[in-house]
């Protein structure tokens, strides 16, 4: 069955997907409030509870594609049975060996495929050296069909465009927000609309559904000093230039 079908977890990144015979969760955060390296530096936590552990829909697998908190939540991950396996892009991977010793980790390394069930999985890292490194995720079923997972956005060199449109992009999943800290904390984190529009034009998905997008409660420093755009959804979907599906709760959309 050639179905593609996408729930969301939280109304941040986390996502149970189910692409033809596969069901599997992307970046988990479940429960309690995410860290990243200090909680004076930044925590945050959901507004609106996500959807609970015990009411997940069945998956066999975990897709981690950041080591940060809000991707690869610890705290949720143990929680989580343990014969589900993970599969995780290299900071992440490192970081779950470490957590998970005798657990089933699969490493995607950078711009090599790697399989698992019915869906190959390539990773892609971008070119800049200083800035936070933030991963993209090309999910791709046998009949060469992708989702284009981004959750921070992502600027394609040639030979990474190249690659992906060896396959039909059915979905690109990327942030809408702008997220700007001081260069010495990293930048614009999250590069909105405009690297939207840059993805779209140049990998052409079928469809088009935001992620990392939640207006979140936070504390810290990082909070103190953000500064946050976020996209105005109505505007995008009346004007339609990128075929955007919008998702704004809970219930699992179809999308082929």
């Not at 079923?141 to 992502?154: D, L, Q, S, V």
């Not at 909105?192 to 840059?198: A, I």
């Amino acid at each position: 069955c050639n179905m593609l079908s996408v729930k969301r977890l939280n109304l941040d990144s986390s996502w149970h997907i189910s692409y033809n015979n596969s069901d599997f969760l992307i970046d988990p955060w479940l429960i309690g409030s995410e860290v990243d390296g200090f909680k004076w530096l930044n925590e945050q936590w959901h507004i609106k509870e996500p959807v609970q552990i015990s009411e997940l829909p069945n998956y066999n697998f975990i897709l981690l594609s950041q080591n940060y908190e809000d991707h690869c939540h610890l705290k949720t991950l143990k929680k989580l049975p343990e014969d589900k396996t993970l599969i995780a892009t290299e900071k992440a991977y490192k970081k779950l060996k470490k957590e998970f010793p005798k657990r089933k980790i699969i490493l995607i390394e950078d711009n090599k495929a790697i399989s698992h069930g019915d869906l190959t999985f390539i990773s892609l890292r971008p070119d800049k050296i200083l800035d936070p490194v933030y991963y993209s995720v090309v999910i791709i079923n046998r009949k060469k069909e992708a989702i284009f997972y981004a959750p921070h956005g992502f600027t394609l060199n040639e030979k990474q465009i190249e690659l992906v449109n060896k396959n039909k992009t059915k979905l690109l999943i990327t942030t809408f927000t702008e997220f700007e800290i001081p260069k010495i904390m990293g930048g614009k984190v999250n590069p909105g609309m405009e690297n939207v529009h840059e993805l779209y034009n140049q990998i052409n998905p079928e469809n088009t559904i935001n992620t990392h997008d939640e207006e979140k409660k936070a504390k810290g420093l990082v909070s103190s000093l953000a500064k946050i755009k976020y996209a105005d959804y109505d505007k995008i979907e009346s004007n339609n230039s990128i075929n955007f599906i919008r998702i704004d709760n809970y219930t699992k959309k179809i999308i082929t």
